[in-house]
């Protein structure tokens, strides 16, 4: 229901680029969830946003049986009962790697077989069934899909080479385990090639996001990290899977020690790395999400004890109850949020634009389709009596919202979208800016800006234009309260060709008809 009926996030929007423009790999992340809204969109054949977020809502799906799964092979079936639950009531696990169309969808289902693979290779000889070592070979080819997910998921080679390190050290002798990481980086090869391509532009990104300046420590953004992953994760499943890891580490839980053992190598360093860099700079708590997402079935064995010593009910714990009830009203308040603006609501101010209240960031998922409906008759009018040319594009001045732009109104309409901006701001968006033909002397093009989200392309554009026109304004309302106003400038004639953000030159020379 969630992933049909509300409109994409920014982010969601521009990862629908990675399935109209396929390539190796992409600016900012590898190219998994490009490939999976190709597989369920039928090549964006389907369109809607319920066809492009399918692939997320299938690998969710997986993944729950997966956690399931891991659950049994740590202790019964109950077991992974729990640990299923948990999963669900995560709103890492079930809504942004199980809902939205993110890069986590694909990761989270190949880095819980991976798990998988792993528990099974690294169990005692007397309990394994088959395979044994040869486990290992399988877990290498889900980590390289992970990688092709998600670069994250290289703490799944660090989290194993721990384990053997300090746990398992002959088996550093085996092939397989070297096997396995041959077979990961042959899968991973595409993005590598990509980035020689582009002199490794997506791992410079990516580094500076968690470099670190040892010149202030920000207490502030560690709060807000720990805030996070506190939330996001579920404030009573959070809870339980660090009662459970004490109990860990005190030997209160003794059943399956080996597998719990690679559990906690696996994700205990994630979690404190992120913690660490966000002493320093910002970060995001999702980053650390398949880390606690590896620590559910332990937190599961952790209330399967408890079933079997005080004789709780052994399909429901009441704390997996409790957990699953906040996480329904969350949900609930949320989506109700989205759609009526039950708690920001008070709208905005028609005189100036200026909202009244608390930003309302659930904004970012709405709106779009009333924007559309505003302009179409503009643009039309527009092009009929001349005063913009045809083929004008829509300038966008970074990657978002100029994704929701390019959904939601330009690719609907028949418009191209471009970026005028350095590549930091436009991300993939300069590789489709070329794609799309570029910039030419003569063009006319449209600007969008919001009262959320204000920009004047005045201070952007002005020596890129003959003439910027005052702008038209467009509504949105929401259970009939105005709660944002849309700003249309029209560009006319472009003066000058901006420099490439990739290769420095201009994009285009030729004048425009």
Same mark, same amino acid.
């Given at each position: ?312 009910? %052994? ?31 008070? %709208? ?8 009244? %209240? ?156």
């Amino acid at each position: 229901m969630l992933a049909a009926f509300t409109e994409l996030g920014n982010d969601e929007v521009y990862y629908v680029n990675y399935a109209l423009y396929p390539d190796l790999s992409h600016f900012d992340h590898p190219p998994m969830i490009g490939w999976l809204i190709q597989l369920f969109s039928l090549n964006l054949y389907f369109s809607s946003e319920l066809f492009i977020r399918l692939g997320a809502v299938v690998a969710g799906s997986i993944s729950t049986w997966l956690i399931y799964r891991i659950g049994i092979q740590l202790y019964d079936e109950v077991t992974g009962w729990y640990a299923a639950l948990l999963f669900t009531a995560s709103f890492y696990a079930a809504i942004i790697a199980g809902t939205f169309i993110m890069p986590d969808a694909p990761q989270v289902l190949f880095w819980l077989l991976t798990l998988w693979f792993l528990i099974q290779a690294f169990e005692p000889a007397e309990n394994q069934k088959s395979g044994g070592n040869y486990w290992l070979l399988a877990a290498g080819a889900a980590a390289g899909l992970a990688l092709l997910s998600k670069y994250t998921s290289i703490f799944l080679f660090t989290g194993a080479f721990i384990y053997l390190l300090l746990y398992d050290r002959p088996r550093l002798l085996k092939w397989q385990v070297y096997a396995a990481v041959a077979i990961a980086l042959l899968l991973f090869l595409p993005v590598l090639i990509w980035n020689a391509r582009y002199n490794f532009v997506s791992f410079t990104f990516h580094s500076e996001r968690v470099e670190v300046a040892s010149h202030l420590i920000r207490p502030d953004l560690f709060l807000t990290e720990a805030g996070g992953q506190i939330f996001y994760n579920n404030p009573i499943v959070f809870s339980l899977i660090w009662l459970a890891v004490i109990a860990v580490i005190r030997g209160k839980l003794t059943s399956s020690k080996p597998q719990l053992r690679l559990l906690l190598a696996i994700a205990l360093p994630v979690i404190a790395l992120f913690l660490g860099f966000s002493l320093f700079r910002r970060t995001l708590p999702h980053w650390t999400g398949p880390a606690y997402i590896t620590l559910i079935p332990v937190a599961a064995l952790y209330l399967r004890t408890q079933t079997k010593q005080y004789r709780f009910s %052994g399909l429901m714990h009441p704390a997996i109850t409790a957990a699953m009830i906040f996480a329904v009203i969350v949900l609930a308040l949320a989506s109700l949020q989205l759609s009526h603006g039950i708690i920001l609501n008070k %709208g905005i101010d028609k005189t100036t634009g200026k909202r009244l %209240g608390i930003k309302d960031i659930t904004l970012d998922m709405y709106g779009w389709e009333q924007l559309k409906r505003g302009f179409a008759p503009l643009y039309r009018h527009d092009t009929i009596t001349g005063r913009m040319r045809k083929n004008a594009a829509i300038i966008s001045q970074r990657w978002f919202p100029g994704a929701n732009l390019d959904y939601y109104v330009a690719r609907p309409l028949g418009i191209r979208l471009l970026t005028l901006a350095p590549l930091e701001r436009t991300h993939k968006y300069a590789w489709i800016t070329q794609y799309r033909g570029g910039f030419n002397i003569g063009m006319d093009a449209y600007f969008f800006s919001s009262s959320y989200d204000y920009a004047d392309p005045g201070e952007l554009y002005k020596s890129y234009f003959l003439n910027i026109e005052k702008p038209d304004t467009i509504p949105v309302y929401r259970n009939q309260v105005l709660v944002e106003y849309f700003y249309m400038w029209r560009m006319r004639y472009m003066l000058k060709l901006p420099a490439d953000s990739l290769s420095g030159r201009a994009v285009a020379d030729e004048p425009y008809n």
